[in-house]
């Protein structure tokens, strides 16, 4: 069996070890070994926030430099911050959103910018609405689950995770809130932009 390495990125308050949490749960159910590791640049809301999530045959938990297949990231500024994990062929899936860093007077570079360098080191870039279709939802917090959706409808997590795995893995992580997750799953395979 293979290796399949995603790095979620984003800044605290995301939902990123929510999404890794519901990704390596799916796959588990599918039989498969999922390791999870997470580490923060500053340990609060706001503040970088990187997890490694393996799938299949790794031992390690940290995924090396320039091996990643995926890169799951919430926002853009942190996706360009961790480019360097991705392997030549990786794919990048990032919500078309910027979080401004919170210290003053620091230059935010624009949106263009940010999405010139990603196309131009990625093999394939996914643009997801993730933020805009999860305030539509009527609540910010499932924008991971939109971004999840538009992974899976590009069949980036084969064969360790689909949709049914993802959603059997949120009806009994998120119980009471099942039903919104699952739809913000679903608007996320309808939410994105290809650019290769």
């Known amino acids: 069996m293979e290796t399949l390495n995603i790095v979620v990125v984003g800044v605290g308050g995301q ?5 890794a949490s519901i990704i390596a749960s799916a796959a588990l159910r599918k039989g498969y070994n999922a390791i999870v590791a997470e580490t923060h640049g500053l340990s609060q809301r706001g503040g970088t926030v990187i997890v490694h999530v393996r799938l299949g045959d790794a031992e390690a938990p940290l995924i090396p430099p320039k091996t990643a297949n995926v890169l799951l990231a919430m926002e853009l500024i942190e996706a360009n911050r961790y480019l360097y994990y991705l392997s030549p062929n990786g794919v990048i899936v990032v ?3 910027i979080v401004p860093p919170p210290l ?8 263009d910018e940010l999405l010139e360098n990603l196309k131009e080191t990625s093999k394939k870039l996914i643009l997801v609405q993730a933020t ?8 910010a917090r499932v924008a991971n689950m939109v971004l999840l959706g538009a992974a899976l409808q590009n069949g980036l997590l084969r064969p360790f995770v689909d949709f049914e795995s993802i959603k059997e893995a949120i009806i009994e992580t998120w119980p ?16 994105y932009s290809v650019f290769k």
Do not use: F, T
């Not at 939902?15 to 999404?19: E, F, H, K, R, V």
């Not at 099942?178 to 939410?191: M, P, Q, R, T, Y």
């Open 104 to 111: 003053p007077k620091i230059k935010i570079p624009a949106r």
């Open 132 to 139: 805009e279709e999860a305030l539509k939802l009527g609540d």
């Open 95 to 97: 919500n078309d959103y």
């Open 176 to 191: 009471k809130a099942a039903d919104i997750n699952i739809k913000a799953l679903e608007v996320g395979s309808n939410s």
């Open 15 to 19: 939902g990123l070890i929510s999404l």
